[in-house]
């Protein structure tokens, strides 16, 4: 903690960028698994606030391809030629792919730096503007400054910044931990979204901005879902948002008038043709945008893309506001308790390990329902979490939200207010370990037939409509989050949930001290996870296709292949 403590010093971050960067960006240095125990709590900050300073953080951002990490310090030694370097964070995608996310003290001089960068043979490119860049190297060597400047760039440095536990070091890590909470601690820290893993995502949703922005100065491309709520998980997608400017101003009486083209009747065509225009830019001019997917005739429509520089698989739309505040939302409630975000990490594991959830639509549960499914048993007896309608009782003017849908996404916002309540009212001082088994046990004897889960009550309602399972969306609550899912799904989510439950419980009755814990046998959420492998076989075949049943047979005859676990 010396390395933090004086990395925090030298770079003098602000209070919330410290907590982050040292408990899970700099921690991976001396240690690549850890416990949220060891961490303080983050400081209270709202949704908005953190959007803001990561938006400016970006702005005040470039990245840059460099040769290898030994490149760093020459790095460092050119861009402050230009101004104040905060600090640089190294990442590699490939073994021949290695990045720096340079960050200065203020935007004009990240500024200044551009104006000073150029490209080598501008007629074979296309000479686009914009802060991802690449470092050429000097044909002789580095100059004595660059090398005394190493002492200090180091102090200034995130080195791997997107290194993750390898399966047999989380596992490994997992087993010799003292109770089934701190294997759910280490499994979180060793899984959520770290600091490099937004910057990344807030400097790719920046890349689109600056390419629009001469056209629309108001422009704005926000970062939703699991990136932002609290909930990603290390290389989960990033959803954008783009706004070319405010649906409304608050005077219209103007005395020189912008002339622009007349809109579209219908809105939704309008939108099929910017989303259209805006991914034939992204192919066409902006460095690394790649593998672009037009699916226009959605819903939502969307374009889908992968940024090679930041390693990072998108998913843009422009008629989604809900969903920045659904995750606006799901950020408030994962804040008001130091247990819900290690819960949902296990939660999702564990359904992911049984099969439950799928990378490709179709009939599974959804990461987003269980969520849901967390937030809402964390709302039952005892209560964790409030219920939305108490959030929305307390909103004040400055709360209200809406949509250009019309959708009303009015609730409170002042999170330390929140807090502050959530603390005083609440009684529920179970561990992890507690809550995970009841969680399982809840569900596994839950009503899905007749009752449905409303997050906005607290409580279960009759279900509006037929449907196998029945989540009420938080905020259209005349929609049900997960409509998709199948009869077959349920009935096979209602066994995994028995059947985590007896595992648990199994495993408990085994490993019930410390001192009866073996370091090499499965036991804790290792052992849930390694049986949920093998249950999909014996007691839910049923479920299973032919191709998902050769797979878990393998892992029958293969002991070491069921070890290979994701975790």
Not at 339 to 352: E, G, I
Not at 379 to 397: D, F, I, N, T, Y
Request: aromatic share 8%.
């Amino acid at each position: 903690m010396e390395e933090s403590e004086s990395y925090s010093r030298k770079i003098e971050e602000s209070e919330w960028k410290a907590w982050h960067t040292d408990s899970m960006a700099l921690t991976t240095k001396s240690s690549k698994v850890q416990n949220v125990s060891t961490l303080n709590r983050p400081p209270l900050e709202s949704f908005e606030s953190m959007l803001k300073n990561r938006r400016n953080e970006a702005r005040r951002s470039i990245l840059v391809q460099v040769h290898s990490e030994q490149s760093c310090a020459e790095l460092n030694t050119y861009c402050t030629q230009y101004g104040t370097v905060k600090s640089l964070h190294h990442y590699s995608l490939s073994s021949s792919m290695h990045f720096v996310v340079v960050e200065f003290a203020k935007e004009d001089d990240v500024k200044t730096i551009l104006s000073a960068s150029g490209h080598v043979n501008n007629s074979q490119v296309i000479p686009v503007h914009s802060p991802f860049l690449w470092f050429r190297a000097k044909e002789k060597s580095r100059k004595k400054g660059a090398q005394l400047n190493d002492e200090q760039t180091m102090s200034l440095m995130v080195s791997s910044g997107n290194t993750s536990p390898t399966q047999d070091e989380l596992r490994l890590s997992m087993l010799s931990a003292e109770s089934l909470s701190e294997q759910m601690n280490i499994l979180y820290c060793s899984s959520a979204l770290d600091d490099l893993g937004i910057r990344l995502r807030f400097l790719t949703a920046l890349q689109l901005e600056l390419a629009l922005n001469g056209l629309f100065p108001l422009i704005t491309a926000l970062p939703f879902g699991s990136s932002v709520s609290g909930f990603g998980k290390v290389g989960c997608d990033l959803d954008l948002v783009l706004h070319l400017g405010p649906e409304h101003t608050e005077d219209d009486n103007y005395r020189l008038v912008f002339h622009a083209k007349t809109s579209m009747g219908n809105g939704r065509t309008q939108v099929q043709r910017h989303m259209e225009t805006i991914g034939d830019m992204c192919q066409m001019f902006l460095p690394g945008c790649t593998h672009i997917k037009r699916i226009l005739q959605a819903r939502v429509p969307i374009i889908k893309y992968k940024q090679e520089f930041t390693g990072v698989e998108c998913d843009l739309s422009m008629t989604n506001m809900t969903a920045v505040y659904m995750g606006e939302l799901l950020y408030i409630m994962g804040s008001l308790d130091d247990r819900v975000k290690p819960l949902v990490f296990a939660v999702r594991m564990w359904a992911r390990e049984v099969g439950l959830t799928n990378p490709a639509p179709g009939r599974w549960i959804t990461n987003f329902s269980l969520i849901l499914l967390v937030v809402f048993f964390l709302q039952q007896r005892s209560p964790v979490l409030p219920p939305l309608k108490q959030l929305v009782a307390q909103a004040g003017p400055d709360d209200r939200r809406i949509t250009p849908d019309g959708v009303n996404c009015t609730f409170i916002r002042d999170l330390k207010k929140l807090t502050e309540q959530n603390e005083t009212k609440k009684q529920n001082k179970d561990s992890l370990e507690t809550l995970l088994l009841n969680f399982f046990e809840f569900y596994s004897s839950f009503d899905f037939s007749s009752r449905a889960i409303s997050i906005v009550e607290g409580m279960t309602i009759p279900k509006p409509e037929h449907a196998p399972l029945y989540i009420v969306n938080p905020l259209e609550r005349g929609l049900n989050v997960s409509k998709n899912v199948s009869h077959e799904e349920t009935e096979r989510l209602r066994i995994e949930l028995r059947n985590a439950a007896w595992a648990l419980e199994s495993t408990w009755e085994k490993h019930d001290s410390a001192s009866s814990k073996s370091k090499i046998e499965p036991w804790g959420l290792v052992a849930i996870f390694e049986a949920a492998q093998l249950s999909a076989t014996g007691r839910n075949i049923f479920y299973t296709s032919a191709a998902s049943r050769n797979v878990q047979s393998n892992r029958i005859r293969n002991p070491r292949f069921s070890r290979q676990t994701r975790y």
